[in-house]
């Protein structure tokens, strides 16, 4: 992610004698991101990736990082957290919180045709399969109480209009989460964050591999239809303009649910899901844009474009949960 915290090669060389990963080879920052601070490690015994953790606590991190551990040992393909000499897996390195976990091999796709959303729903639904046994509880820490809690920073920013659009979407939100339908839909641990470069490929274009799911330092329990949401809303659109594109939303659906069955319930409430899912997005777009923190390579994405979804969600086309 983006460098807040610079490292030096002795300082991860000192770092790495916690471990029994060998000795340091190279070190290489990664600037994509605006969360963590994230380098590709290599050493005399792999290729991992080493975070520090510039805004999750010590106390945060476990549910983090033992979904990760447990998904990877059902064999799913996501990064391993490396184990410490001490038997922990979360470290401190300059003061914050730090791990080091295997680095997976692919890379993401920008412009993801049918068959990467296939890929990619297949996964999705095995993680929500794989963490019916995961016993480690948080709730999505950027869900509807961190809107409502920004929402009055970000409004000085928002012109008229949008400010209605805003306070349109939180209003909604505030009624369906509270309500019994969502509260009793099917959920549990979540990636909440599921675009399309959290996922990495293998193969070709046209006949891609799945290569595995990174960065879960958003995941949290949820509703697993809202992940759902997250997921469609980046990766079966149009980016100009928010729109679906039909074929791609309609294989994301259909290769889910025939793994992990859509509920009546959720095929309710799906409509309100999508735009949850885009009112997540822009809350934290408009907030990182106006209200950044310090960092070497930080990159604030445009927020307007998850209010073009949000527009879309409340006026466009729909597309229907399989039965």
Known sequence: MAVFTPLSNEQVAQYLLEYNLGELVSLQGITAGIENTNFFLTTTKGEYVITIFEVLTFEQ??????LMHHLASKGIKVPMPQQRKDG????????KPCCIVTRLHGGYEATPSKAHCILAADIQAHIHLATKDYALQQPNLRGLSWWQENYPKIQPFLSTELNALYQQALTEQISVQNSDTWKNLPQGACHCDLFRDNVLFAGTYQSPSMGGVIDFYFAGVDKWIFDVAVAVNDW???RDTGEFIR???KAWLETYHQIRPFTEEEREIWPQALRAAA?????SRLYDFYLPRAAETLKPHDPTHFERVLK????????????
Do not use: D
Request: glycine share 8%; net charge positive; aromatic share 16%.
């Open 61 to 66: 991190l476990p549910f983090y990082i033992k």
């Open 88 to 95: 922990s897996l979360i470290g401190q390195l300059m003061g």
């Open 236 to 238: 079966c659109i149009q």
């Open 247 to 249: 074929p791609h939303v």
């Open 279 to 283: 009112l997540r997005f822009w809350t």
């Open 312 to 323: 879309q969600r409340f006026n466009g086309y729909i597309p229907e949960l399989p039965l």
